[in-house]
């Protein structure tokens, strides 16, 4: 009789009937506490009902039903996680992989919760620096690294939200750099004439036309650090969060000491 509730429990969840599912698993445990299937099985009904908290309980007593159950480990870390706490989670995915090294969608979600712990640690350093008594230039520099390096891990960090206050500070000191003119020779006409262009719209707007010339001055010269970090900040303002992204990653790739807070101007040349 144990099994054919069982076996009916399971129909039911395949068939995504989730409430009549967890009625059948519910009386299946209730008669028989050690069957580690069934309470893994009850589990995933809670989780597919957004009930967490339940569903941690039920992989709980799987797993002391039967403590080499690598699937209640990586399910108690996916309950823990969509409780929000990834540090837990973490630890239950290393045991599921550590019971069965080839579980899949263990080392999956291993990976993605490692990526995810990286991020806030980026972004909890980012924050420790924007909130300092002593906030300078170096802070802020260091700051939008960490951001960055936050948001090109996990795409949805909260990181992007302090990236754009401080994009803001930085156009507002409106702390300009100029670019040496020797380097400016005659085959650089055309990018010199974009870049100098692209200052100005990026200094009063539109965004759209700042990223038009920067866009075109790299297409003649790609490698200086500065007219990426401006299409980063044109970009952003527009919304384009990780075209900005890029654009800064990629200024960072070029010049690792390169200063965030400046926005470099071109002498004109004609």
Known sequence: MHREKFELGISLLEQAEFDEALEVLSEVVVNN??????????????????????????FERAIKADPNNADAYYLLGTAMGASGDIDKALEFYKKATEIEPAHQ???????????????????????RLLN??????????????????????????????????????????????????????????????????????????????????????????????????????AFFKVGAIEDAVKAWLRALELDPDYDFTTIVNLPKFE
Not at 105 to 127: C, D, G, N, V, W
Not at 146 to 158: A, D, K, V
Request: one cysteine or more.
């Open 33 to 58: 506490p050690d069957n580690h299937e069934a309470w893994v099985n009850l589990g995933v009904c809670y989780l597919e009902t957004q009930r967490p908290d339940l569903a941690r309980e039920a």
């Open 105 to 127: 969608k263990a080392q999956e979600f291993l990976s993605k919760t490692e990526a995810l712990i990286e991020s806030r640690e980026h972004y909890r350093s980012a924050l």
């Open 132 to 233: 300092s008594e002593n906030k300078s230039a170096n802070s802020i520099n260091l700051a939008i690294r960490e951001l960055l390096h936050s948001i090109s891990i996990f795409q949805n960090s909260p990181a992007r939200h302090n990236l754009g206050q401080i994009i803001d500070e930085i156009l507002d000191t409106k702390k300009e750099g100029f670019l040496n003119i020797d380097i400016i020779k005659e085959e650089n006409r055309l990018w010199a004439k974009n870049c100098e262009k692209g200052f100005r719209f990026l200094k009063k707007g539109p965004w759209e036309s700042a990223i038009s010339y920067y866009s075109q001055a790299l297409g003649y010269r790609d490698h200086d650090a500065f007219v990426h970090h401006s299409l980063g900040i």
